[in-house]
C-alpha cells in the first residue's frame, strides 16, 4: 500500500521503532528555540552535565517577551529581560547561535527558519512552541513540544514519539479575490472543531492548496495546532522550491539537484490511505471572522453572531454563552457592524512581507478610521528591511498606523504590546482565547485583508466592503502578491535590501 507524505518523512526519520504502541523515536533535523521554553532545558542539561549533542542543528531566537519599540534600550519589565538574558546565556555556554534582539536575523521563531532556508521539504522539525505546525508547509513534519522534549532534543537530538493518525485536508477550486489562506484555515477550525484534528497529522491538499503561496501554506499549516492536531504539512512542489532556492542555508550546486529528486519523492501515493478525509470547497468561501474565545467560533464575515439557544449541543451552546458573554457581543448582531478599538497586524501567522504587501495593498492612499489603534508588526528583522524597502512603512504610517520591530508583539500578552481590559481587536494571530491580547481584552481573527479593511471602516470589513465598490476593491485584492503563485527571491543581504 502506498503511503502518505507525512508517514515517508517519519519512516526516513525512525531510529528506533517503538513495539506494541510504545513510541519511535525520531531523529531530529532542526531544533529551533526561544526564550520561554528553553530555560528548564538548558538547566537539565546543566545538571546532568551533558552538552548540547547538535549544536548545529540548534538555532535560538528572541520574540515573545521582547518590546516591539525602543529595542535598543534595556528591556523595562524584569520578566522578560531575566528570560532574555537567560537565553543570551545558555546559548553562550552551551554554543547555540543565536539571533538576538537587534540582529538582522531576529524575529519569530516560525517566520526565522524558513527565511534563512533552515526549513525544508522531508525534514523534521521541533520546537517548544506549538506552532512549529507552521514548518509543515514545506512537507517537513514539524512538532511543538514542551519543555522536558527540548531537553530531550538539545542532549540526544532524538526524539520519543508517539504513532500518529493521518487526515487529507482537500480544499477545491478557486477563492474569490478577497478570500485568503487564513479564511481557508479558520473555515476548516469552525468545520472541524478545536478538537478535531486530536491525534492526527493533518495534510492539506487540492487545487485550492497548490495555488498557495508558501507565505499561504505557513499561514494554514500554522493553525493547525488550533484544530487540535499534531502537525499539518503540504506536500513539496515547485512553488516550495522557488521560495527556498538560494536562501542561506538551502542546499546549492548538485546538491540542491539531489535534494529536488528526494522532496519530489515524497508526495502522497495515489494509493495511500488517510485515517480520515474532510473536504471544502475553495469556491464558496468568503472572509472569514471570529465571534468567540476559540479559533473554531468563527463565522463568514457577512453572518451574524450566532444565537446560542439555536445549537443543539449542549456543551457547545454553554460555550457560546460564555463567550458571547466575555466578548460583549450580543446574539444576532451582523457581524459587519461589530467596531473595534484596534487592529493587530503581525504574529507568525501573518507577518510574513506577502501579508504586510496584501495589507498595505488595501490601505494605500487612505486614512485609518477615528480611534481605533493599528499596529502593523513584522514577523522578522528582515521582513521589516524589505518592507521598508518596498515603502511599505510610509503608506502604514501614513495610514495612521504604527509601524514597530519584529516579535510577537500583541499576538500574545507577554510583552508591553498589549490591549486594555475591555478593548476590541480585529487581529491578524492565531488565537482569541480570553485574555490572550491583555487581560480582558476581546480578538476576533481575521485575515490581513479583513484587518486592512476593518482598520479604515472601524468595524469588521472586508476589501468587498470599502468605497461600495465592491469590484474595484476586490480586484484591488486580487492584484495584491497574495495571489501571485511565484515565490520571490528573498535577498540574504543588507545591501541587497536596501538596493
Ligand atoms: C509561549 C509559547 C510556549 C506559546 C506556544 O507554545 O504556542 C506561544 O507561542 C503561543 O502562541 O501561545
Ligand atoms: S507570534 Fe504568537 S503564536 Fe506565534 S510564536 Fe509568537 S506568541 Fe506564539
Known amino acids: 500500500m502506498g503511503r502518505t507524505l507525512a508517514e515517508k518523512v517519519w519512516d526516513d526519520h525512525v531510529v528506533t521503532k517503538g513495539e506494541d504502541g510504545t513510541p519511535d523515536l525520531l531523529y531530529i533535523d532542526l531544533h529551533l528555540v526561544h526564550e520561554v521554553t528553553s530555560p528548564q532545558a538548558f538547566d537539565g542539561l546543566r545538571v546532568a552535565g551533558r552538552p548540547v549533542r547538535r549544536p548545529d542543528l540548534t538555532i535560538a531566537t528572541e520574540d515573545h517577551n521582547t518590546p516591539t519599540l525602543n529595542i535598543d534600550r534595556q528591556i523595562e519589565d524584569l520578566t522578560s529581560r531575566t528570560q532574555i538574558q537567560t537565553l543570551r546565556n545558555n546559548c553562550a555556554e552551551f554554543g547555540v547561535r543565536l539571533h538576538p534582539l537587534g540582529d538582522i536575523e531576529q524575529g519569530i521563531v516560525h517566520v526565522v ?3 534563512l532556508g533552515l526549513t525544508m ?3 523534521t522539525v521541533v520546537c517548544g512552541d506549538s506552532h512549529t505546525s507552521t514548518h509543515g508547509a514545506f512537507g517537513a513534519m514539524a512538532f511543538g513540544i514542551g519543555t522536558s522534549e527540548v531537553e530531550h532534543v538539545l542532549a540526544t537530538q532524538t526524539l520519543p514519539l508517539k504513532p500518529f493518525k493521518t487526515m487529507a485536508i482537500t480544499v ?24 478535531g484534528g486530536q491525534g492526527y497529522v493533518l495534510e492539506y491538499r487540492g487545487s ?20 487540535g492536531a499534531r502537525a499539518g504539512m503540504v506536500a513539496p512542489d515547485q512553488i516550495t522550491y522557488d521560495y527556498l532556492e538560494g536562501r542561506p542555508h538551502a542546499p546549492s550546486g548538485e546538491d540542491w539537484d539531489a535534494a529536488v529528486e528526494y522532496w519530489n519523492t515524497l508526495a502522497t501515493d495515489d494509493d495511500a490511505v488517510f485515517d480520515a478525509e474532510v473536504f471544502l470547497d475553495a469556491n464558496e468561501l468568503e472572509p472569514f471572522v471570529t465571534w468567540g474565545t476559540n479559533p473554531g467560533q468563527g463565522v463568514s464575515l457577512s453572518d451574524s453572531v450566532p ?12 460555550a457560546a454563552e460564555r463567550a458571547l458573554e466575555y466578548m460583549d457581543l450580543e446574539a444576532g448582531t451582523p457581524m459587519k457592524q461589530i467596531a473595534v478599538d484596534a487592529v493587530f497586524m503581525g504574529s507568525c501567522t501573518n507577518s510574513r512581507i506577502e501579508d504586510l504587501r496584501a495589507f498595505a495593498s488595501v490601505i494605500e492612499g487612505k486614512t485609518k478610521a477615528d480611534g481605533v489603534r493599528v499596529m502593523v508588526v513584522p514577523g522578522s528583522a528582515r521582513v521589516r528591511l524589505q518592507a521598508e524597502a518596498e515603502g511599505l512603512d510610509k503608506i502604514i504610517t501614513d495610514f495612521g498606523a504604527e509601524w514597530r520591530f519584529a516579535g510577537c508583539s500583541m499576538c500574545l500578552g507577554m510583552n508591553p504590546d498589549q490591549l486594555a481590559p475591555g478593548e476590541r481587536c480585529a487581529s491578524t494571530s492565531n488565537r482569541n482565547f480570553e485574555g490572550r491580547q491583555g487581560k480582558g481584552g476581546r480578538t476576533h481573527l481575521v485575515s490581513p485583508l479583513v484587518a486592512a479593511a476593518t482598520a ?10 470599502l468605497e461600495g465598490d465592491n469590484e474595484a476593491s476586490a480586484q484591488q485584492a486580487a492584484d495584491t502578491p497574495i495571489y501571485d503563485a511565484v515565490a520571490r527571491q528573498f535577498p540574504t543581504t543588507v545591501s541587497e535590501v536596501s538596493a
Do not use: Y
Open 208 to 227: 485550492a492548496i497548490r495555488a498557495l503561496s508558501m507565505e499561504g501554506r505557513m499561514t494554514i499549516c500554522n493553525m493547525s495546532i488550533e484544530a
Open 121 to 123: 521539504p522531508g525534514i
Open 113 to 115: 527558519g524558513p527565511q
Open 307 to 318: 444565537v446560542p439557544s439555536e445549537i443543539d449541543d449542549p456543551n457547545e451552546r454553554a
Open 456 to 465: 479604515i471602516r472601524g468595524t469588521l470589513s472586508s476589501p468587498w466592503d
Open 172 to 195: 477545491e477550486g478557486e477563492l474569490r479575490p478577497g478570500v485568503t489562506a487564513k479564511d481557508i484555515i479558520l473555515a476548516v477550525i469552525a468545520k472541524i472543531g478545536t478538537g
